[in-house]
């Protein structure tokens, strides 16, 4: 037994070794194919320390009039993005989740759905958009709630996939029909899932909305590219300095309402 035992930790030991060196080796050929080197890296840390302390920073405050209506054009988006994308995706986790979806084939169809929009990401979407609309805020609430749907959908359905089962075999037991099961054994427990994933989406809905802006999705991404074409770099600055503020704001406002609500 002792003999075994030693073997298998030989073996183990072995194994851990091979995963190592195979990891150092990847790592090794990737940094060689991507002709990256930590000789570059240090070489250029002299730049940004001057860019940033002469040329970008200190922020211009004299421009924050033009940079309000951006920043709020910003929180509408991700505020509207993600009550329309936790809106369909309620509906949508229903048929997703193998816990309340009446059929399989359609169980199956709607994950691959959701997963196509999810895999895509938010930026390509919104490239994709401002073809057909344009640019604008739009696009950007457009592309936020396409790429919520895939998140929140599966999201949503793992919550439905976790609730308690015994609930629902109790209603059922009464005779309820599938809709009064959803109302009485599956919401109940489904709620408090849906208000802190639609709270993250919003977070992340804060973020992304940065990004998809630098290519005409409005808000204070497209302010900020503007800025840096313009190389308004104090302005880009202080804009910056706005996305934090609002991050900040938002994670805060959000830690609040699950505190009163879950």
């Known amino acids: 037994m002792?003999?075994?035992w030693k073997q298998a930790q030989r073996q183990k030991k072995l194994q851990t070794?091979?995963?190592?060196?195979?990891?150092?080796a990847l790592t090794v050929?990737?940094?060689?194919?991507?002709?990256?080197?930590?000789v570059q890296l240090f070489q250029g840390g002299g730049e940004i320390v001057r860019f940033i302390l002469f040329d970008f920073l200190p922020p211009d405050f004299t421009r924050i009039g033009t940079l309000i209506g951006p920043a709020l054009d910003t929180i509408?988006?991700?505020f509207v993005a993600m009550v329309a994308g936790a809106l369909l995706s309620?509906?949508?986790?229903?048929?997703?989740?193998?816990?309340?979806s009446p059929y399989r084939p359609l169980q199956v169809a709607v994950r691959a759905f959701c997963s196509v929009l999810r895999n895509i990401p938010t930026l390509i979407w919104a490239i994709l958009l401002v073809f057909a609309y344009g640019l604008g805020t739009t696009v950007g609430c457009l592309a936020l709630i396409l790429t919520s749907i895939g998140t929140l959908t599966r999201a949503y359905a793992e919550v439905l996939e976790e609730i308690d089962m015994g609930q629902l075999e109790a209603v059922r037991a009464t005779g309820a029909t599938y809709w009064q099961v959803l109302g009485q054994a599956v919401m109940p427990q489904f709620m408090p899932g849906f208000i802190g994933w639609s709270?993250?989406?919003?977070?992340l809905n804060i973020r992304a909305s940065t990004i998809i802006g630098m290519v005409g999705g409005g808000g204070l991404g497209f302010a900020i590219q503007k800025s840096i074409k313009l190389f308004q770099y104090q302005e880009v600055s202080l804009a910056i300095l706005?996305?934090?503020?609002?991050?900040?704001g938002t994670e805060w406002t959000t830690s609040k309402i699950r505190e009163r609500i879950l």
Do not use: D, P, Q
């Not at 070794?17 to 150092?24: D, P, Q």
């Not at 709270?199 to 977070?203: A, D, P, S, V």
């Not at 706005?242 to 900040?248: D, P, T, Y």
């Open 2 to 4: 002792e003999a075994r």
């Open 17 to 24: 070794w091979m995963i190592a060196a195979a990891i150092l």
């Open 29 to 38: 050929w990737s940094a060689i194919e991507t002709n990256f080197s930590i």
């Open 76 to 78: 509408y988006i991700s």
């Open 90 to 100: 309620m509906l949508l986790s229903f048929l997703a989740a193998s816990t309340t």
């Open 199 to 203: 709270l993250y989406k919003l977070e």
């Open 242 to 248: 706005l996305v934090i503020v609002i991050i900040l």
